[in-house]
C-alpha cells in the first residue's frame, strides 16, 4: 500500500466487508490499488457463496492487504447441507487469512428460500465460527425479530463474535444488537437523503461498536449513487459517520479501524 501522510499519523479506513468478485467495472487488482490510493488499509473479501468464498481465499492469497470470510447467503441456504459445511471447516482450517465466517442469516425481500432453511444455514455458520473462535458477518434484510431470536441462543458463549453488516434497523434495534454485544456496520445507505432511521441509530450507537464498508458493488453512497461501488469509496461512509456524530473523519477512521483490527485480528 503507498505510504502516505495519513497512514503516517496512524489514520486509515477499512472497508470491513466488500465483494470484489462480484466488481464488474474494473479488475480486482485496480479496485484494491485505488483503494490502497484513498489511504483503505485492509479490505474484508465475504464469500456469498461456495464459489465467491473460494474466490475470496484466492484474493487473500494473492493480495497482502485482503483478508477472506467464507460463507454462503441466505439466498442459497436451500443449497447449504453438512458437505458444505465440512467444506467451509476445511477452508478455515488451512487458511491462515479466513477472518470471518459469513455472510449468512436471514433474508425476507423476495427470497423463495424457506425461513426453515434460512435458520438452518444460518445456525450452522455460528457454530462453524464458534468452533474456530472467528467472527460471524450477519445478513438481516426485514428480518429483525428473526435474528434476535436466533442470536439470543448464543450471546455470552465463548468465542461468539459477531457483527451486524449492512445495518438497515432503527435506533431501538441498534441498541439491542450491541446490549448483545455485536458491532455495527454501516454501508452507503448512510448517506442517502432518506436515511433518517440509520442516520438516527449511528448518532447513539458508541463509535467503539462501529464499522465501516462498502459491500462493494452494491450500494454506492450518495456521491456515487447509481453506480458501481468500490472498497476506495468506504471514505463516505466515514464522512458521514463524522458528520452525524460532530466529529472529526481521522477519530472515524482511527477508531472504528482499531474496531476492525481487534474484531477480525487482522494482521
Known amino acids: 500500500m503507498p505510504e502516505n501522510q495519513q497512514e503516517v499519523n496512524g489514520t486509515y479506513f477499512i472497508d470491513t466487508h466488500a465483494h470484489l468478485d462480484m466488481i464488474e467495472g474494473k479488475t480486482p487488482e485496480i479496485a484494491i490499488q485505488e483503494a490502497a490510493d484513498e489511504n483503505v488499509k485492509y479490505i474484508i473479501n465475504v464469500g456469498s457463496s461456495i464459489e465467491g468464498s473460494l ?23 436451500n443449497k447449504f447441507g453438512k458437505k458444505e459445511e465440512e467444506f467451509l471447516d476445511e477452508l478455515i482450517k488451512s487458511n491462515k ?44 434484510r426485514e ?11 448464543y450471546t455470552g458463549l465463548k468465542n461468539f463474535k459477531a457483527v451486524l453488516h ?3 434497523g432503527d435506533a431501538d434495534f441498534a441498541l439491542k444488537c450491541i446490549g448483545m454485544g455485536l458491532y455495527i456496520s454501516f454501508t452507503g445507505v448512510i448517506t442517502f437523503k432518506n436515511a433518517k432511521l440509520t442516520k438516527e441509530a449511528a448518532k447513539i450507537i458508541p463509535l467503539e461498536k462501529i464499522f465501516i464498508e462498502t459491500d462493494a458493488p452494491y450500494l454506492a453512497p450518495q456521491p456515487k449513487r447509481g453506480q458501481e461501488n468500490y472498497p476506495s469509496y ?20 482511527s477508531v472504528t479501524s482499531k474496531n476492525a483490527e481487534e474484531f477480525f485480528n487482522l494482521k
Not at 475470496?56 to 447467503?73: I, L, Q, R
Not at 460532530?246 to 477519530?251: A, F, G, N, Q, R
Open 166 to 168: 449492512c445495518f438497515s
Open 234 to 253: 468506504v471514505k463516505y461512509v466515514a464522512e458521514e459517520i463524522a458528520q452525524i456524530k460532530e466529529i472529526s473523519v481521522e477519530e472515524v477512521a
Open 55 to 77: 474466490k475470496s481465499v484466492e484474493f487473500a492469497k494473492t493480495y497482502n492487504n485482503v483478508f477472506a470470510s467464507v460463507g454462503v447467503h441466505p439466498h442459497y441456504a
Open 97 to 140: 487469512k479466513i477472518v470471518a465466517v459469513g455472510e449468512a442469516g436471514f433474508d425476507f425481500f423476495q427470497n423463495p428460500v424457506s425461513i426453515k432453511d434460512q435458520e438452518r444455514a444460518f445456525v450452522a455458520h455460528i457454530e462453524l465460527a464458534i468452533k474456530h473462535g472467528i467472527p460471524i458477518a450477519i445478513h438481516d
Open 143 to 153: 428480518a429483525h425479530k428473526e435474528t434476535i431470536n436466533v442470536l439470543k441462543n
